[in-house]
């Protein structure tokens, strides 16, 4: 049997099987460990086709194809064969194929259910000699697991990743169930009328996991007051009232997991991409943003973006594609740059999409009424895109899901699913995902009209050319239609151990010779352990509570409500410590109220027509009344209030009026404009540059602040907050004030000063270095102020002589001899020595370290311990030496932190103790 060539869907490297045996199995790709199913490829046994330099797109689902067959040379000899050998052939064919469907149709059947399969064949049977066949590819297999879901009481229904969790013939499962889901990590959510939703973070394994949730809070529960989560409204169309309260929505794009919907719109802040997102696939879209770096006055389309955040969107009447970047999903975008453009100018780039890898970039071509489609592709992310290739794809336009395997098509009624093996292939599977009734859709070939999440649960569309059209969401199924579904049963019982008193026992005489272990006697006697405390809800820095505030009321432009708050904060005792702060907030106050004159004196001096631009509009200035701006529009005017008039376009009224040298003016502008911005962007900051000494000092301020609560974070004793923003301001304003006294804050959030000492031993400190001395000192600790259950430690230490040796005590109860009722990561002066359960980086008696990487006496050591309930993690000198968990009932599972002292000879510095998930 020949070998079997596929494509990674993750990164697309071609991957060589020695033979088919490995189809509908799972394989990982060598080059980015990425898991999925091996497919048969599609385009085996099909017909060899010529393809034209630009192949024509199908318009149309069944249209005959103009391609041509490669002809016969003439001068090659033809060997007549039998009648009755294409008939024999076939008939082997049918019988091999009919085994293979036997063998293979008994793996998970997903969604690719028999009918539609049959469906399939059949149609393929009535098409032309030339066309491609329908290919019936595998149903991909996929290993699970099974989770137990307790409540109490029971009865609450369970969600896992969004779904509800059914039987297999469609009842809702409620708890306590098993439900069996893919292994990997799931969110296994409980809801309840008149309670709180709980949410659990699961990773399906071979082995059952047990989801035990406690009694829940009475409240409100967030997804019963959603309106998908109870009406599921299936086929049904319903407006997206956020999203069309924009203005003119079109060629809309939805996220594989149909939680963020990406659009083009001629709104209030411009023509441009916006997107809106929601908590989940059962809640409505929330109001959409604007990517202010996409503004522009030629017509944007087909918006698209990849996992790694790169939007991609087309300039049709251009023939140009443009992409922008981002540092993060709640960073900006701010790099734009050209990914593909024509060098003619009669053809129109109507379409673009690219994958969620961001490796591969599809687009459709029109030349009057034809159309074509190009493909072009990279190695890497940050590399251009290679030539581009004529490419076949089934439809007007790209509406393909992340990984390129499927391409979606639709004519009003019936939305079909086409489909690959790699994206080499070509696309031959012809399925229907829905049958829908849409009477208000009328499909416009210079738009993408539509677009379908990754399950096949969701369809966005719009409606009609045209401004009055709007977008609606369609629910296509209830579950997933596409993927794997989780599949609930009812739980069996769990074995009731009964309990006895034990003060009732009375004592026995032992059978003869019959040994009893005192120790055992004495374990089985103790205590149940204690229940977790329940995780403490840490109040806001007053400073950061005050500041969040300010700064939303001077976006939103609330200056009167900014006036007072800041007045209330200047009394408030608990802001004292920072009256520096707000001063420099009463003086920018005070500028941003400054611009505000300057603005309305730039525009109560302008004179009938002359030029006003809005958005990407230019209009004509007819007068300004009661603080409204009257513009002349094309067919009448516009009155535009001067308070909503957006940040860009004030900006470009008062910023043509100013002198170069007008540094105060100049700052006042900038000073708005940063705070009307919450800071986005570097426009305001272009600016502030340009307002001499003034506006430098406003910029190094912003690195101060971060500053003041990182040092008030500190005191109160909460370095987890105070991390974040010392890692701030040494990447966004490393050449500010604020870098200059980072060494000095770095010694205060590396201090002992608020750990208590045990023992005898006097601890010589010299700045954050603490040494013991060699000598023993029986019971010399310097422990933690509070208890931690997670947490995250790193240290420096060196030993002295060959005997020096120390470590972290953990779940330490606080008083008391340490040896027995705690945990220790021993760290010895070894350097060379084989690992061991005693040796540096080992949980002390218990598990050993996979390699001792202790440096030589008297060289400094690093350690990074994190400890998150029973799972510890060890990394000696910037490797991790230990991984393990530790499930000890004897122990208390919170308790301080201790470095030990006892035997001395050892130095600890930069001592950081962090605590994780709130505790």
Same mark, same amino acid.
């Given at each position: 049997m020949s070998s079997l060539s596929t494509a990674c869907p993750q990164c697309q490297r071609q991957l060589v099987f020695p033979d088919h045996s490995v189809v509908g199995r799972t394989a990982r790709c060598p080059g980015c460990d990425h898991r999925f199913t091996i497919e048969a490829p599609v385009? +085996? &046994?099909?017909?060899?086709?010529?393809?034209?330099?630009?192949?024509?797109?199908?318009?149309?689902?069944?249209?005959?194809?103009?391609?041509?067959?490669?002809?016969?040379?003439?001068?090659?000899?033809?060997?007549?064969?039998?009648?009755?050998?294409? #008939?024999?052939?076939?008939?082997?064919?049918?019988?091999i194929a009919v085994a293979l469907l036997l063998v293979v149709g008994g793996g998970d059947g997903g969604n690719d259910d028999p009918e539609i399969v049959e469906d399939a064949v059949t149609a393929d049977a009535g098409r032309a000699a030339d066309e491609s066949p329908a290919a019936v590819l595998p149903a991909a297999a996929q290993a699970t697991g099974t989770i137990r879901v307790e409540t109490t009481p029971?009865?609450?229904?369970?969600?896992?990743?969004?779904?509800? !969790?059914?039987?297999?013939?469609?009842?809702?499962?409620?708890?306590?169930? !098993?439900?069996?889901? *893919?292994?990997?990590?799931?969110?296994?959510?409980?809801?309840?009328?008149?309670?709180?939703?709980?949410?659990?973070?699961?990773?399906?394994?071979?082995?059952?996991?047990?989801?035990?949730?406690?009694?829940?809070?009475?409240?409100?529960?967030?997804?019963?007051?959603?309106?998908?989560?109870?009406?599921?409204?299936?086929?049904?169309?319903?407006?997206?009232?956020?999203?069309?309260?924009?203005?003119?929505?079109?060629?809309?794009? =939805?996220?594989?997991?149909?939680?963020?919907?990406?659009? !083009?719109?001629?709104?209030?802040?411009?023509?441009?991409?916006?997107?809106?997102?929601?908590?989940?696939?059962?809640?409505?879209?929330?109001?959409?943003?604007?990517?202010?770096?996409?503004?522009?006055?030629?017509?944007?389309?087909?918006?698209?973006?990849?996992?790694?955040?790169?939007?991609?969107?087309?300039?049709?009447?251009?023939?140009?594609?443009w992409g922008a970047s981002r540092g993060g999903p709640l960073s900006p975008f701010d790099d734009k740059r050209a990914l593909a453009s024509s060098r003619k100018t009669t053809p129109?780039?109507?379409?673009?999409?690219?994958?969620?890898?961001?490796?591969? #970039?599809?687009?459709?071509?029109?030349?009057?009424?034809?159309?074509?489609?190009?493909?072009?592709?990279?190695? +890497?992310?940050?590399?251009?895109?290679?030539?581009?290739?004529?490419?076949? #794809?089934?439809?007007?336009?790209?509406?393909?899901?992340?990984?390129?395997?499927?391409?979606?098509?639709?004519? &009003?009624?019936?939305?079909?699913r086409w489909r690959r093996s790699s994206l080499r292939g070509r696309f031959a599977s012809d399925d229907t995902v829905a049958e829908l009734e849409l009477p208000d859709y009328v499909d416009d070939p210079r738009a993408r009209q539509f677009t379908v999440s990754d399950d096949e649960r969701w369809m966005v569309y719009c409606e009609a050319p045209g401004d009055a059209a709007r977008l609606l969401v369609v629910r296509l199924h209830e579950r997933p239609h596409r993927g794997i579904l989780v599949v609930g049963v009812p739980a069996p019982p769990r074995p009731v151990v009964a309990k006895v008193d034990k003060k009732k026992l009375k004592p026995r005489t032992p059978a003869s010779k019959l040994v009893i272990d005192p120790k055992a006697v004495a374990k089985a006697t103790k205590d149940e352990p204690k229940p977790d405390p329940k995780p403490v809800k840490i109040p806001e820095l007053p400073l950061t509570a005050y500041r969040s505030s300010w700064y939303d009321m001077l976006a939103k432009r609330n200056y009167t409500g900014a006036a007072k708050h800041l007045a209330a904060a200047k009394k408030d005792q608990k802001l004292t410590g920072w009256s520096e702060q707000l001063e420099w907030d009463s003086n920018e106050l005070s500028l941003i109220q400054e611009f505000w004159?300057?603005?309305?004196?730039?525009?109560?001096?302008?004179?009938?027509?002359?030029?006003?631009? /809005?958005?990407?509009?230019?209009?004509?200035?007819?007068?300004?009344?009661?603080?409204?701006?009257?513009?002349?529009?094309?067919?009448?005017?516009? +009155?535009?209030?001067?308070?909503?008039?957006?940040?860009?376009?004030?900006?470009?009224?008062?910023?043509?009026?100013?002198?170069?040298?007008?540094?105060?003016?100049?700052?006042?502008?900038?000073?708005?404009?940063?705070?009307?911005?919450? &800071?986005?962007?570097?426009?305001? /900051?272009?600016?502030?540059?340009?307002?001499?000494?003034?506006?430098?000092?406003? #910029?190094?301020?912003?690195?101060?602040? =971060?500053?003041?609560?990182?040092?008030?974070e500190i005191a109160r004793g909460r370095p987890e907050r105070a991390l974040p923003l010392l890692a701030t301001i040494e990447k966004s304003h490393a050449k500010t004030s604020a870098a200059k006294r980072l060494p000095a804050v770095w010694e205060q959030l590396y201090s002992l000063k608020k750990w208590s000492q045990q023992g005898a031993r006097q601890w010589q400190t010299k700045g954050v270095a603490w040494r013991a001395a060699p000598g023993r000192s029986a019971g010399s600790l310097v422990v933690s102020p509070r208890e931690m259950k997670r947490f995250e430690l790193s240290?420096?230490?060196?030993?002295?002589?060959?005997?020096?040796? $120390?470590?972290?005590?953990?779940?330490?109860? &606080?008083? $008391?001899?340490?040896?027995?009722?705690?945990?220790k990561l021993q760290l010895s002066s070894d350097a060379g020595?084989?690992?061991?359960?005693?040796?540096?980086?080992?949980?002390? $008696? /218990?598990?050993?370290?996979?390699?001792?990487? *202790?440096?030589?006496?008297?060289?400094?050591?690093?350690?990074?311990?994190? !400890?998150? $309930?029973?799972?510890?993690?060890?990394?000696?000198?910037?490797?991790?030496?230990?991984m393990t968990t530790v499930a000890d009932p004897d122990l208390p599972a919170v308790g301080h932190v201790a470095l030990d002292g006892i035997a001395g000879g050892i130095t600890y510095r930069r001592v950081l103790l962090v605590p994780l998930a709130s505790r």
């Open positions: 385009n +085996e &046994g099909l017909p060899d086709i010529q393809i034209s330099d630009s192949p024509v797109v199908s318009r149309h689902r069944g249209r005959k194809s103009t391609r041509r067959t490669v002809e016969q040379r003439p001068d090659r000899a033809v060997t007549k064969r039998p009648a009755w050998l294409p #008939l024999a052939i076939s008939g082997g064919l049918g019988v029971p009865g609450a229904t369970v969600l896992v990743d969004d779904q509800k !969790v059914r039987d297999a013939d469609g009842a809702l499962q409620v708890t306590p169930c !098993v439900v069996t889901a *893919a292994k990997g990590p799931h969110a296994v959510t409980v809801v309840r009328k008149g309670y709180q939703d709980q949410t659990r973070q699961v990773t399906v394994a071979a082995k059952e996991k047990d989801v035990v949730f406690s009694a829940p809070r009475a409240g409100t529960s967030v997804l019963l007051a959603t309106g998908w989560f109870s009406d599921s409204r299936v086929g049904q169309p319903v407006p997206i009232e956020a999203i069309n309260a924009v203005g003119r929505s079109r060629d809309p794009w =939805l996220s594989s997991d149909g939680l963020s919907l990406w659009f !083009v719109a001629d709104g209030s802040e411009g023509q441009g991409v916006y997107y809106a997102t929601r908590p989940s696939s059962f809640s409505e879209f929330d109001d959409p943003q604007f990517v202010p770096i996409t503004r522009g006055r030629d017509h944007r389309a087909s918006p698209s973006v990849s996992a790694k955040g790169l939007l991609v969107y087309v300039v049709p009447e251009k023939a140009a594609i129109r780039w109507t379409a673009a999409q690219v994958l969620g890898g961001g490796l591969h #970039l599809f687009w459709v071509e029109s030349v009057g009424e034809s159309a074509s489609c190009f493909h072009a592709s990279r190695a +890497e992310v940050e590399k251009a895109f290679g030539p581009a290739k004529a490419f076949e #794809l089934p439809g007007t336009r790209p509406c393909l899901s992340a990984d390129g395997l499927r391409q979606y098509t639709f004519d &009003g009624k019936t939305l079909v004159k300057d603005a309305r004196r730039v525009v109560a001096a302008m004179k009938p027509d002359d030029p006003v631009r /809005i958005g990407s509009v230019r209009l004509k200035f007819v007068k300004f009344q009661d603080d409204v701006l009257v513009v002349q529009g094309k067919a009448k005017p516009i +009155e535009k209030p001067l308070a909503m008039m957006a940040a860009s376009d004030l900006v470009g009224l008062v910023e043509p009026t100013l002198d170069a040298d007008d540094s105060p003016a100049r700052l006042r502008l900038g000073v708005f404009l940063y705070r009307d911005l919450k &800071g986005r962007g570097t426009s305001a /900051i272009r600016r502030l540059r340009r307002a001499g000494e003034a506006g430098a000092e406003f #910029l190094d301020r912003r690195g101060l602040r =971060l500053l003041a609560e990182a040092r008030g240290l420096e230490w060196k030993t002295e002589g060959e005997t020096g040796q $120390g470590g972290v005590f953990f779940r330490y109860g &606080g008083t $008391g001899n340490p040896v027995g009722g705690s945990l020595v084989a690992a061991d359960q005693f040796s540096t980086g080992a949980l002390f $008696g /218990i598990a050993p370290p996979s390699a001792n990487l *202790a440096k030589p006496t008297g060289e400094w050591n690093s350690l990074k311990m994190r !400890v998150d $309930g029973d799972v510890v993690k060890v990394e000696i000198n910037g490797q991790q030496v230990l």
